[in-house]
């Protein structure tokens, strides 16, 4: 019980394109997700916190207006990079809080702009 | 800001030895506390939960927490070859439910 679905599991995409990156929650309802960015040799980074019907809240440093977040359903968040650079490229992870299983990560999504 | 340190390492145990994981975190609010294992290119999976003071026991591992002293172990018994992998240690509190994590400790376990 308690899995996140995440797609893709890896995307390349040219610079100055948007890529879309998916998590369902498959068998609880997630109100809140978290998502994550980590780069080579470091550790997750929180990037945002996303809430069902509401506004994301995004981390310091973290360009709103860059990363889009939508979390129209308790099951479903996703997270937009628009116009991406190669700086860009890195490795996309998404987290939801399931009750008393504590938090459960989606397989992640490797992103590499060309 | 919330901190939490690991030992980057690497460790390295020999296959049946214990291998003991360090975490220490700065905020004394912290409630929850957690060992996450991630393989290279994969994300973390969830290995032992702690919210109280003692240790708490699953299977081959052991998690330790320390809330006074602010610090967080995971020992892992009879180190098997796929056990080689890095641990993050992740920490929470309060209603926002956010998780700091640590950079992870690198684990080789040789056969």
């Known amino acids: 019980g308690a899995v996140v679905s995440q797609h893709p599991s890896r995307v390349i995409c040219k610079s100055g394109t948007s890529v879309k990156i998916e998590c369902r929650s498959l068998d609880f309802q997630a109100t809140t997700m978290f998502w994550y960015r980590q780069f080579p040799k470091q550790s997750l980074m929180l990037m945002a916190t996303s809430n069902e019907g509401s506004k994301a809240t995004y981390e310091q440093g973290v360009e709103k207006d860059k990363f889009l977040i939508n979390h129209a359903s308790l099951t479903l968040s996703t997270l937009t990079v628009t116009s991406a650079h190669p700086e860009d490229s890195s490795f996309y992870i998404c987290?939801?809080?399931?009750?008393?299983?504590?938090?459960?990560f989606g397989s992640g999504t490797r992103l590499t702009v060309v | 800001q919330k901190e939490v340190e690991q030992n980057s390492g690497p460790l390295s145990v020999p296959e049946g030895a214990i291998a003991s994981l360090n975490c220490t975190y700065s905020?004394?609010?912290?409630?929850?506390f957690f060992w996450y294992r991630q393989y290279s290119g994969k994300s973390p999976e969830l290995i032992m939960s702690i919210y109280s003071n003692g240790d708490k026991e699953d299977g081959r591992f052991t998690a330790q927490l320390n809330k006074a002293s602010q610090y967080v172990s995971l020992l892992i018994r009879d180190s098997q070859p796929s056990d080689s992998a890095t641990y993050l240690c992740?920490?929470?509190?309060?209603?926002?439910?956010?998780?700091?994590f640590g950079k992870g400790t690198l684990l080789t376990v040789n056969p």
């Open positions: 987290s939801a809080r399931a009750g008393e299983k504590g938090y459960t």
């Open positions: 905020d004394r609010g912290s409630q929850s």
């Open positions: 992740a920490v929470g509190g309060g209603s926002n439910y956010k998780l700091t």
